[in-house]
């Protein structure tokens, strides 16, 4: 065993196009991870049993590796209840409404279930072995069609009174502004979301802007982030813009996390991730531009480092931590 | 003694112009209160004197009560570092650069002196005594000249990982607004303080805008909060359109905690949470507004109970509290 602890637990992290599962001992190695594709087409019983054959899966290779398997620890997209243990309605599951997971997955399996908001996880995850390891406190937020995002205080993560704490997306930065689809006038998300910044570009691109982006267009495709990302890489004056504006954004939430709540480490994280310092180096800038005279370090912000697997790693992670 | 705790401490609240001081047991009863004015020109040592004739009168409360006294804990108006109990540079107490007051003062009264922020303190205090009984975790906005504020966060003041937590007058709500003292653009505190609703009502009244308050400019006066409030109250066109721009932004703030932190309350306190119900309510109904759509339930919004004595209070329980 190599000194390593003989405890264990089963990591799920169930997206919409994908579920992945890892087997990690509580001191966080990941002996075998394992996914497959989602189907959430087939439905929510479907999706279930593809749930279970993962677990069951990865059970083997806990007995192969003669490890004590201590829970299963579910990710999945809100809205959820953590406390009750049931997934209520989330977009990214069309179909699952009210499902009870953690009592169905557990008698299936005959194992201890958990559950959790698949940021919240996966923030746990980045903080225990990724880019926010060595710190006390910190926030991540996971930059995707949406912005979601999960809050390290103390060393535990917290969930809020409502179990809604972290919805960073949803933060107003600029309250005569854009409408967001939650309904809500300028929230972070309008505008600094990965599928916020290919709207704003492809605004800018139909009012007949030039930029490269047009082609993309007259093909009858649609702009994404990442044709963005690769056009003001490429020095595209329309996408320069957009971008510039997107990591602004992204400044003005950190700055508002860090006067709330000042954790040493902001992680940015999720798609949008990929842009690695093309991303970090303007939000920082951004940021000590947008504070300058004030006193005070502002927070490390660093881009997550586990990926993908932030998610099934937090997951399975969580079951040996104390929540809040 | 009642049944009542025999160990207190003495808690001290140091403003610009006043210096409150309360014997406070470990079990929240306030055995006495004394104040004085700070006599804040009189310079660094003159203050610190009357800081020592305050903890004087109350240890002798002490001795009579027959109640053991834990520590001397300041609130003090920031910046200032508590842990290593110096207050550097705080606008309302000018001439203090600094300032080593907790080994000052612990070396003259020869008792444990503890130094903390004077909003944290408020808010523990309401937290404990006042608006936040009964709850987890609370949020404090202090609304006055400036908008400051106090974060309880499972039970516990979040202090932040550089002492610098619940500025939240300094969240930008507002990415493109008025610039605030501090430099950020859009910050509440531009648009929320008790100052910046004055500012908001005296330039609106210099453009012309036919208005009660003017009569208060054409007087050689000035205008400030309250008078916006009282000709609101009066049906004034004008203030009531600041006042609500004022209660609008501080919905948006605690929009914004709501996102972030979800606690289970939020409490207004400060000068401007005298106006009571006239502001709670147009708060909490813009909130509904700004949210509608969303699900879950907002934070309950509450006025400070404890007014002028929460700083004291605070300091005081702070003794007998861990804190984060």
Redesign the interface.
């Known amino acids: 065993m190599d000194g390593r602890s003989n405890t264990s637990a089963i990591g799920i992290d169930v997206g919409g196009t994908e579920i992945k599962g890892g087997l990690v001992t509580s001191d966080g190695h990941v002996v075998e991870k394992q996914s497959m594709p989602t189907e959430v087409a087939g439905g929510v019983d479907h999706v279930i049993g593809r749930m279970e054959i993962l677990v069951e899966g990865l059970r083997r290779s806990a007995t192969s590796a003669s490890l004590e398997v201590e829970a299963v620890s579910l990710g999945m997209p809100g ?1 959820l209840s953590r406390r009750r243990g049931v997934v209520i ?1 989330p977009p990214n599951l069309p179909g699952w409404r009210d499902i009870p997971i953690v009592a169905r997955l557990s008698s299936s399996t005959g194992l201890r279930v958990v559950l959790d908001n698949d940021a919240n996880n996966a923030a746990l995850g980045e903080y225990l072995c990724g880019a926010g390891r060595g ?3 910190m926030v991540m937020l996971t930059l995707g069609t949406g912005i979601g995002g999960g ?1 390290i ?2 060393g535990k993560l ?11 997306g ?8 854009r409408v967001c689809k ?5 929230c972070l998300e309008a505008y600094a979301s990965a599928s916020s910044t290919a709207a704003r570009a492809s605004e800018l691109v139909a009012s007949g802007e030039a930029s490269s982006l047009k082609a993309i267009v007259d093909g009858g495709g649609t702009i994404d982030c990442r044709d963005v990302v690769e056009a003001a890489k490429a020095g595209d004056v329309v996408a320069s813009r957009v971008w510039d504006a997107t990591c ?2 992204l400044a ?1 939430g950190c ?3 860090r ?6 480490r902001i992680v940015l994280a999720g798609g949008m991730s990929a842009a690695g310092e093309f991303l970090r180096r303007p939000v920082v800038e951004a940021m000590a531009v ?8 502002p ?1 490390d912000v660093l881009i997550a480092e586990l990926g993908n697997d932030a998610g099934f790693v937090g997951s399975a992670l969580s079951v040996f931590q104390g929540g ?1």
């Not at 917290?158 to 960073?168: I, Q, R, T, V």
């Not at 006067?259 to 040493?264: A, G, Q, S, T, V």
Request: proline share 4%; glycine share 14%.
């Open positions: 809205t309605a710190v006390r406190d809050i205080v103390d917290w969930h809020g009174s409502g179990e809604n704490a972290g919805e960073l949803h933060m107003i930065v600029d309250a005569e502004g939650c309904g809500q006038t300028g602004r954004y003005v700055i508002n996390i006067h709330i709540l000042e954790p040493e947008l504070t300058s005279g004030m006193l005070g370090e927070p809040a």
